[in-house]
DNA sequence: TATAAGATGGGT
DNA sequence: CCCATCTTATAC
């Protein structure tokens, strides 16, 4: 024989496999150290995975005026008062939809919002969802545009997110460290801007640009 | 029924 | 800096 054949690759037999439990556990507690557990993480739906970069917490009816459920529960903020891990998905501007991952108890109304993220996979799919992008660090930089690029919309409100549904919210194939970290007060809040419960991956280049709010009254 | 404002993004 | 666009919540 001239020389050994290459040594048949063993078959994982214990796929690490992402930790669905351990998320599901960081979901179902306090929205704050959900929010900050959700950068890194993968988001999939539609051909396309980004890599969560930017994320702001929003706490239920008690006592966060910036909360879709602040008032109470209405129709629209209605998943939010269910169980963690399901899709909030809401339309604004009479043109945008975002998408936010349900946390805490059931009956509890707190979500964290996805702001921001990397595309890792399907690059050329929200590309050809995103024509107007030049940069693909923009493909999904920005609440808005992180749902265009998936293909995210009112379809998938209400969808679980650690199933095999269409879509998918996994772990982080590579965590961030608690130093890579930045906190600052929330985007497009009319309130509580003195709540530091935006969360970002410092130095990313995939991180939206802050903008405080300005009510349309005020700019007449 | 009417009205105002919005967890935004894109073009000037 | 301005503008599009329409749902939602809340005020009559």
Request: aromatic share 6%; hydrophobic share 45%; with cysteine.
């Amino acid at each position: 024989m001239s020389r050994a054949v290459p040594p048949p690759r063993p078959a994982p037999a214990e796929a690490p496999g992402p930790d669905l439990a351990a998320l599901a556990d960081l979901l179902a507690g306090p929205v704050v150290p959900a929010a900050r557990g959700l950068l890194g993480g993968r988001l999939s739906a539609g051909g396309v995975t980004v890599r969560i970069t930017e994320v702001e917490a929003y706490a239920g009816t008690a006592g966060d005026p910036a909360s879709h459920a602040h008032r109470g529960r209405t129709p629209r903020n209605a998943v939010m008062f269910g169980p963690a891990g399901h899709a909030y998905v809401y339309f604004t501007y009479g043109m945008h939809w975002c998408v936010n991952v349900v946390t805490g108890p059931d009956g509890e109304a707190s979500a964290v919002l996805l702001r921001a993220g990397e595309v890792v996979e399907g690059v050329d799919v929200a590309r050809a969802r995103r024509p107007a992008v030049r940069r693909d660090v923009d493909l999904a930089r920005g609440p808005a545009r992180l749902c265009a690029a998936l293909g995210i919309d009112r379809a998938a409100y209400g969808s679980h997110l650690l199933g095999d549904g269409p879509v998918r919210l996994r772990p982080a194939v590579e965590p961030v460290p608690e130093a890579a970290v930045a906190a600052g007060p929330r985007v497009g809040v009319t309130g509580a801007h003195d709540v530091p419960w935006r969360f970002w991956v410092a130095g990313d280049p995939t991180v939206s640009a802050y903008r405080r709010h300005v009510p349309r009254a005020a700019r007449r």
